[in-house]
């Protein structure tokens, strides 16, 4: 493989890459490239994380890069998830989550052989070095600049904040360095740690590397974005807004019917959720691809896309209704889920399920 189809396989459905220069640099240097992306032990695991986040390692992986998966049991303590109670961090973070990310690997034809899964608790405990690593980090960043950082955390600067909360950014560019990474993967709203990583880690004691920053694309909400605020980060699917997110696990009843209530306006194509999905799932962030819409003759017939512009045009000017490309992406996810779906139809794994529905605290619709 050639060092451009590397790149492209890398930076392809992304954002961001900080920076392409540094990421085209450290694949010419042959040096073993070390990925991570970590997750908060915190709801269910909907398509930002379970199709974007497990895509963009199937795509790391076949560009030869080494990679793992960090269950950031102590960063959701710290953030309170699920109350906050250790124990149901632990049990969810082993029993959930990590089935429901192995889960949505099977969807791109990746065992759970070829990720490698770290806890906190296991990297800590095994590394006593990561607490002078932590403290090495926190000598290099100023209060302001943490407290701008907790938005990492889903907290706004400005409101009272516990001094667990000011741990975190430090903590999470700590991992960093412990898991000697040179590859770090996210959303977009892991940038600012990602960032203070990048400046912070080239300034403590020791040879540590300077990790490239890869930041995939925004998968949309079903509801579409906040009237007051319609910005990228409004239209962001959020598993604390079940309504408006699809998760890995769910029910093709359950896809047909959210996707059917979806926002979605004749004509719309700004901010609209329905075309993201095609953008960003289907067609992976490329301007070709291949998607096709089954209707009836007399609605016009079967139709298969291969340019993204094609199909946005025919939605702009009505030859592409709603209702037949809700239809079509129902039945895309359907398809591309059942690999999930098969994984906890497990009696254990489908037990592990109900009882995460309980922690959370959310009756099975």
Same mark, same amino acid.
Request: charged fraction near 25%; hydrophobic fraction near 45%; aromatic fraction near 14%.
């Given at each position: 493989m050639t060092i451009e189809e590397k790149m492209k396989l890398i930076t392809r459905n992304c954002q961001e890459v900080l920076t392409e220069v540094d990421l085209k640099n450290l694949i010419e240097s042959g040096k073993t490239i070390n990925h991570y992306i970590g %997750?908060?032990?915190?709801?269910?695991?909907?398509?930002?994380?379970?199709?974007?986040?497990?895509?963009?390692?199937?795509?790391?992986?076949?560009?030869?890069?080494?990679?793992?998966? %960090?269950?950031?049991? %102590?960063?959701? %303590?710290?953030?309170?998830?699920?109350?906050?109670?250790?124990?149901?961090?632990?049990?969810a973070s082993e029993n959930y989550f990590k089935q429901a990310l192995i889960a949505s690997l099977k969807c791109f034809g990746v065992d759970e052989s070829q990720v490698e899964f770290v806890s906190g608790k296991d990297l800590y405990e095994k590394n006593p070095i990561h607490w002078q690593n932590f403290m090495e980090i926190g000598k290099q960043v100023t209060l302001s600049r943490n407290l701008r950082s907790i938005s990492i955390m889903g907290k706004k600067q400005g409101n009272d904040v516990n001094m667990a909360t000011l741990f975190y950014p430090p903590l999470q560019v700590a991992d960093i360095v412990t898991m000697d990474i040179n590859l770090a993967h996210a959303g977009m709203d892991q940038r600012k740690a990602h960032v203070i990583a990048r400046d912070a880690i080239k300034k403590i004691p020791g040879e540590h590397q300077t990790p490239v920053a890869i930041h995939q694309n925004l998968v949309a909400g079903l509801s579409g974005p906040d009237t007051d605020s319609k910005d990228e980060e409004s239209l962001k699917m959020s598993k604390s807004k079940p309504n408006s997110a699809i998760f890995v696990h769910d029910t093709p009843e359950e896809i047909r019917n959210k996707i059917k209530k979806a926002y979605g306006p004749p004509k719309v194509t700004e901010f609209n959720p329905l075309l993201n999905w095609v953008k960003t799932l289907i067609f992976w962030g490329e301007e070709s691809g291949e998607f096709t819409i089954e209707r009836p003759e007399k609605f016009g017939g079967n139709v298969t896309y291969t340019n993204y512009a094609d199909l946005v045009a025919d939605y702009e000017t009505e030859k592409l209704f709603p209702l037949d490309l809700k239809n079509a992406l129902a039945e895309w996810l359907i398809k591309k889920l059942e690999p999930a779906r098969a994984h906890f139809e497990i009696e254990e794994h489908k037990n592990a399920l109900i009882r995460m529905r309980e922690l959370l605290g959310i009756a099975k619709a």
């Open positions: %997750f908060e032990i915190s709801g269910l695991v909907h398509l930002g994380t379970g199709l974007m986040s497990m895509g963009k390692i199937a795509d790391f992986l076949k560009a030869g890069i080494r990679c793992k998966i %960090f269950l950031a049991d %102590f960063h959701s %303590f710290l953030n309170n998830k699920l109350g906050g109670e250790w124990k149901d961090i632990r049990w």
